[in-house]
């Protein structure tokens, strides 16, 4: 038989997941094995690791900035170009603007580091001597760290996008021993504490970044330094105040945190973002890596990509689901695993909570497309801005009174109200067919196996939690959850 125009796309989904979606998680995977070393309390005092984690808030807003939404844009304009020069030009532009940005916005971030540091975080903190020390000096390091990000946005993007996995791997893969190896030397050899760890992300981004210099030389000087930016900057700018906007998002519960309550809850809630980003790393970061640029070829190849986008919606759901449900129910011995210090394991509360806003922005993600795919980008930091609001309303009011648990839930109401209003937006802008069956069985489920396993005596036993994990595919598959066409996929995968 074949293959339809769905297998194919399907086919070359999984492929640039894994290709290009895996390669990517190398640095938030380093991320993840480095929060065994950062809290450890030996290295990093708690005082000390709740800013860290507020100066990632800084750092990827910071790349949301300076990024300004030019990866999607230059897949947009890369992909559906007619020809080879075309193609070489929108390189060339899109280069050119990503260093003129990286010059002006480096500027402006190192001259006002002491005001921003102060406000994000406050001028000191105990380290492990137990003497204060200025973050000042981390400022700089993280400003160096978004230029370098900056400054390899395009060339990565080109690799994807030409479908050059080994490249691209290589890059990620050099990145994650860099930034081990440099955390090591700098946090354990040389004790220089918080200051080490932003400035190992620093030298990582920097050295990294310069590798591709001569990679992309012969595309800064063919044409006139801004020729071609305007058009890039039309379709890309929308998206600069919805990146923001997802950061904040994001972001703002760790920042109310700081202000409303003391740096024990902003450490806690920390620890609690970077066990439910496993998620996020697992599933939603490989997926939406490899999602947009096929959505925009499938639109190129087909005359309608919605049953695709539909179908996809599906599948991304019920990973998404699968992969939260069983960081909730293994949360105890996920804390244990990435928690060096016992005080981090508190944050087992309520990671359950955190770990679903992955679900709905994966959904979020999703219906977004249309808007890309319509250029109808200004609609979504609209919707971003108004769940921004409803996040601040919600940490206003439980933060003084559950603290770091009352961040938890005001987030997931928070994505919760993303998801809808991104949903009711596409299906204005960009209808499709909803496969209702396939979004309520698996969250019915879900729900019962919660209830069970949180309402009974279920949970305690390590073993029972693993045989009802086993489970859940199975009872999906009997519940009715396949298709025809996906029973004979199956049945043919089962057969070899």
């Not at 492929?15 to 190398?26: D, E, K, M, R």
């Not at 994001?250 to 024990?264: C, F």
């Given at each position: 038989?074949?293959?339809?125009?769905?297998?194919?796309?399907?086919?070359?989904?999984?492929?640039?997941?894994?290709?290009?979606?895996?390669?990517?998680l190398?640095?938030?995977?380093?991320?993840?094995?480095?929060?065994?070393?950062?809290?450890?309390?030996?290295?990093?005092?708690?005082?000390?690791?709740?800013?860290w984690?507020?100066?990632?808030?800084?750092?990827?807003?910071?790349i949301?900035?300076?990024?300004?939404?030019?990866?999607?844009?230059?897949?947009?304009?890369?992909?559906?170009?007619?020809?080879?020069?075309?193609?070489?030009?929108?390189?060339?532009?899109?280069?050119?603007?990503?260093?003129?940005?990286?010059?002006?916005?480096?500027?402006?971030?190192?001259?006002?580091?002491?005001?921003?540091?102060?406000?994000?975080?406050?001028?000191?903190?105990?380290?492990?001597?137990?003497?204060?020390?200025?973050?000042?000096?981390?400022?700089?390091?993280?400003?160096?760290?978004?230029?370098?990000?900056t400054?390899?946005?395009?060339?990565?993007?080109l690799l994807?996008?030409?479908?050059?996995?080994?490249?691209?791997?290589?890059?990620?893969?050099?990145k994650?021993?860099?930034?081990?190896?440099?955390?090591?030397?700098?946090?354990?050899y040389?004790?220089?504490?918080?200051?080490?760890?932003?400035?190992?992300?620093?030298?990582?981004?920097?050295?990294?970044a310069?590798?591709?210099?001569?990679?992309?030389?012969?595309?800064?000087?063919?044409?006139?330094?801004?020729?071609?930016?305007?058009?890039?900057?039309?379709y890309?700018?929308?998206?600069?105040?919805?990146d923001?906007?997802?950061?904040?998002?994001?972001?703002?519960?760790?920042?109310?945190?700081n202000?409303?309550?003391?740096?024990?809850?902003?450490?806690?809630?920390?620890?609690?973002?970077?066990?439910?980003?496993?998620?996020?790393?697992?599933?939603?970061?490989?997926?939406?890596?490899?999602?947009?640029?096929?959505?925009?070829?499938?639109?190129?190849?087909?005359?309608?990509?919605?049953?695709?986008?539909?179908?996809?919606?599906?599948?991304?759901?019920?990973?998404?689901?699968?992969?939260?449900?069983?960081?909730?129910?293994?949360?105890?011995?996920?804390?244990?695993?990435?928690?060096?210090?016992?005080?981090?394991h508190?944050?087992?509360?309520?990671?359950?909570?955190?770990?679903?806003?992955?679900?709905?922005?994966?959904?979020?993600?999703?219906?977004?497309?249309?808007?890309?795919?319509?250029?109808?980008?200004?609609?979504?930091?609209?919707?971003?801005?108004?769940?921004?609001?409803?996040?601040?309303?919600?940490?206003?009011?439980?933060?003084p009174?559950?603290?770091?648990?009352?961040?938890?839930?005001?987030?997931l109401?928070?994505?919760?109200?993303?998801?809808?209003?991104?949903?009711?937006?596409?299906?204005?802008?960009?209808?499709?067919?909803?496969?209702?069956?396939?979004?309520?069985?698996?969250?019915?489920?879900?729900?019962?196996?919660i209830?069970l396993?949180?309402?009974?005596?279920?949970?305690?036993?390590?073993?029972?939690?693993?045989?009802?994990?086993?489970?859940?595919?199975?009872?999906?598959?009997?519940?009715?959850?396949?298709?025809?066409?996906?029973?004979?996929?199956?049945?043919?995968?089962?057969?070899?």
């Amino acid at each position: 038989m074949p293959p339809t125009r769905t297998s194919v796309f399907f086919r070359r989904l999984a492929g640039h997941t894994i290709a290009f979606g895996l390669s990517s998680l190398v640095r938030p995977l380093s991320q993840l094995l480095l929060v065994r070393l950062h809290t450890n309390t030996y290295f990093l005092t708690m005082e000390e690791y709740a800013a860290w984690t507020l100066f990632q808030v800084a750092l990827n807003i910071g790349i949301a900035v300076f990024n300004i939404g030019l990866a999607t844009a230059f897949f947009r304009f890369y992909l559906l170009a007619s020809s080879d020069d075309e193609k070489q030009k929108v390189v060339s532009r899109s280069f050119r603007l990503t260093i003129t940005i990286s010059a002006l916005g480096g500027l402006l971030l190192f001259g006002f580091s002491d005001l921003w540091t102060q406000w994000l975080v406050g001028r000191d903190v105990p380290n492990v001597a137990g003497t204060l020390r200025n973050l000042t000096s981390c400022g700089w390091w993280i400003t160096l760290a978004v230029i370098g990000n900056t400054l390899t946005i395009i060339p990565l993007s080109l690799l994807r996008a030409e479908g050059r996995w080994k490249p691209f791997l290589a890059f990620n893969v050099i990145k994650f021993f860099a930034l081990i190896g440099l955390n090591g030397v700098f946090l354990i050899y040389l004790g220089l504490g918080l200051e080490g760890v932003t400035l190992a992300l620093a030298v990582t981004n920097i050295s990294l970044a310069i590798i591709f210099i001569p990679f992309l030389r012969n595309y800064m000087f063919n044409e006139k330094w801004s020729a071609g930016w305007r058009t890039l900057l039309v379709y890309s700018v929308p998206l600069v105040a919805t990146d923001v906007s997802y950061w904040i998002l994001k972001s703002v519960g760790q920042v109310l945190l700081n202000a409303w309550s003391d740096a024990r809850q902003v450490a806690l809630y920390g620890f609690g973002l970077t066990l439910a980003a496993i998620a996020h790393v697992a599933v939603v970061m490989p997926f939406s890596i490899a999602f947009a640029p096929l959505l925009f070829r499938a639109k190129q190849e087909e005359e309608d990509p919605r049953p695709l986008y539909a179908r996809t919606l599906a599948y991304i759901w019920l990973i998404t689901l699968f992969t939260c449900l069983l960081i909730t129910m293994f949360a105890p011995e996920l804390a244990s695993i990435f928690g060096k210090s016992v005080i981090y394991h508190d944050a087992v509360t309520f990671v359950g909570i955190l770990v679903f806003t992955n679900v709905f922005y994966g959904v979020y993600f999703i219906f977004s497309s249309g808007a890309a795919l319509k250029d109808k980008t200004w609609i979504l930091p609209v919707i971003l801005i108004a769940t921004v609001a409803v996040e601040i309303i919600a940490d206003w009011i439980l933060i003084p009174r559950y603290h770091a648990l009352g961040a938890s839930w005001a987030m997931l109401a928070a994505y919760f109200i993303l998801a809808l209003l991104t949903l009711a937006s596409n299906q204005f802008l960009y209808p499709i067919r909803i496969p209702w069956k396939r979004i309520f069985l698996p969250l019915v489920l879900m729900l019962v196996y919660i209830y069970l396993l949180f309402q009974t005596q279920l949970i305690d036993p390590l073993l029972w939690r693993i045989v009802a994990s086993l489970l859940f595919p199975f009872v999906l598959v009997v519940t009715g959850y396949l298709d025809k066409g996906e029973w004979e996929a199956l049945k043919r995968v089962l057969h070899r």
